[in-house]
């Protein structure tokens, strides 16, 4: 998937995958509010812990010790679905699409591919 833009250094581009409206047994989540009551985060069921990610930068740049001006590549690639912190990063609307922008810090796994993780 091409998004027109190369995200820097260790940020990384997700697709987060949609939040169910309902739970296994069939009961209505009641809608959710991120801080300070943003409902924009979670109104079209957009927000998530998991997701596949679609662009990353090239790696962090060593600035200190021997190996200073070095390039410590990302762990993630994409494609990979992961993983990742609730509030991290910030949404951009791209070709009418929402994708977050979070730093490669805040994901938390790479999840194997024939796993079925959830979203909570």
């Known amino acids: 998937m091409e998004i027109g833009f190369r995200p820097l250094f260790n940020q990384i581009v997700v ?21 300070y009551g943003e409902k924009h985060i979670y109104e079209q069921g957009t927000h998530s812990i998991t997701g596949t990610v679609v662009a990353c930068g090239d790696g962090y740049r060593i600035t200190k010790g021997p ?9 993630v690639k994409p ?24 730093p490669e810090e805040h994901v938390y796994a790479v999840l194997d591919p024939a796993a079925n993780v959830q979203p909570l």
């Open 67 to 75: 190996r200073a001006g070095e390039l410590f590549p990302l762990e």
């Open 15 to 35: 697709d987060p995958d949609p939040m169910p409206l309902e739970d296994s047994s069939g009961l209505v989540l009641p809608e959710r509010r991120g801080n």
């Open 79 to 102: 494609g990979d679905r992961i993983l990742y912190a609730r509030v991290a990063g910030q949404f951009e609307e791209i070709d009418g699409r929402s994708y977050q922008l979070i």
